[in-house]
């Protein structure tokens, strides 16, 4: 309801919706976790199977609270053992939390793990509003483009004209996805990202500083030679629902072989240098146009709409919620949104509100100044 009161009041059109993602953390220490062989030890003790008194006096800390657990009735802990275990089935991590069994181990921005959910969430350009929040066990990005897309769109009731994300986001699903919706989409490649907050690699010869040439399919190196397309291969995806992994490999043996800077380049036990490249035709064609500066000048505009998550974990405390499971974090979520989205409503509104009075201020004053000149000029 807020984003059609926006859409109301004339504020966006929501052409322009932007995509990203980050963790929050669970309500679950890192410590408060189970393995699969005490699972399974628990399941047996609870299900009358006989268990030596030396296996259950081995169990770590979590899986004893179970065992001692005198709130809970044998079936209810034989139900929560089957669900861990539906859990290690699901997922093929090593080990699950106890106080939230859907949360997953997730590797944060500074590069440590914790317990956490992964929350995708779509923002409106021109408005700045949540469009939509989508909350997942995934522990990383890559595939999350096309849900929060959906939810997006099914928000805001239209489809936006471009949906820009950034290079976690680039293989061939969010690509597919955006050509079947017909949505411009923007998402550059590592090199472009890099290049575009000035972190290309500091050596020379490294692949950052290879240039691809689109119409040549070639990349030129930094001694001005080509390198062309040789091979093709195609790497099935562990997932089996997910698409093969496409290689693309170039060199040229007899530049290298004749290079004055092989040994900068690559090692001595190397007969020549090869760029290898992934991605599909679709990709390389997002490439090619992530290239332009008008789709440059509008992937720019992303860097304003990741003010979001910031105020929901600085101002909102979303990291201290104390919610258990992954559709109540969701919901509480979404509350949160709504909370933001109404005072972001108020504040555009108010903004509006002074600039018109501003205006008609303006208005007044050169009405005065208008008519003294006028009688200067009669006196």
Do not use: W
């Not at 220490?29 to 062989?37: A, C, F, G, L």
């Not at 008609?360 to 100044?369: A, G, Q, T």
């Amino acid at each position: 309801m807020t984003l059609k009161k926006a859409s109301d009041l004339k504020l966006t059109d929501f052409n322009h919706v932007a995509i990203d993602g980050t963790i929050k953390k669970a309500y679950n220490s890192n410590n408060n976790v189970i393995t699969k062989k005490e699972t399974q030890i628990l399941l047996n003790y609870f299900s009358g199977l006989q268990v030596s008194r030396e296996k259950l006096d081995k169990l770590h800390k979590p899986a004893q609270k179970i065992l001692e657990n005198k709130d809970m009735d044998v079936e209810d802990k034989i139900e929560l053992l089957y669900d861990i275990e539906n859990q290690f089935t699901f997922t093929g991590q090593d080990k699950i939390p106890v106080n939230d069994i859907e949360a997953r181990f997730m590797k944060g921005k500074k590069g440590n793990f914790m317990i956490a959910y992964n929350i995708q969430s779509a923002v409106d350009y021109d408005t700045k509003l949540i469009c939509a929040i989508n909350v997942t066990q995934n522990p990383t990005d890559h595939y999350e483009l096309p849900p929060i897309a959906e939810r997006a769109i099914h928000n805001i009731q239209k489809t936006p004209k471009y949906i820009i994300a950034d290079t976690i986001y680039l293989n061939q699903i969010s690509l597919s996805y955006s050509a079947d919706k017909k949505i411009d989409g923007l998402i550059p490649n590592r090199k472009q990202s890099k290049e575009k907050i000035g972190k290309l690699n500091d050596n020379p010869y490294h692949k950052d500083h290879f240039e691809y040439d689109y119409e040549l399919d070639a990349f030129k190196c930094p001694e001005n030679e080509y390198m062309y397309f040789q091979a093709k291969y195609i790497e099935p995806h562990k997932d089996p629902e997910k698409p093969d992994k496409i290689k693309r490999l170039y060199n040229n043996y007899e530049a290298c072989k004749n290079c004055k800077s092989r040994n900068k380049c690559y090692s001595g036990s190397q007969t020549h240098r090869t760029i290898t490249e992934y991605g599909s035709e679709m990709q390389k064609a997002m490439n090619q146009k992530m290239e332009k500066q008008e789709y440059k000048d509008e992937y720019a505009k992303r860097s304003s709409v990741e003010g979001p998550f910031g105020i929901l974990k600085e101002q909102f405390q979303i990291e201290k919620e104390v919610v258990i499971g992954m559709l109540r974090t969701e919901e509480r979520l979404y509350l949160d949104a709504l909370a933001y989205n109404l005072i972001r409503l108020y504040n555009i509104t108010q903004e509006i509100e002074n600039s018109t009075e501003d205006l008609e201020n303006l208005c007044e004053r050169e009405s005065v100044i208008n008519q003294l000149k006028l009688d200067v000029t009669i006196f």
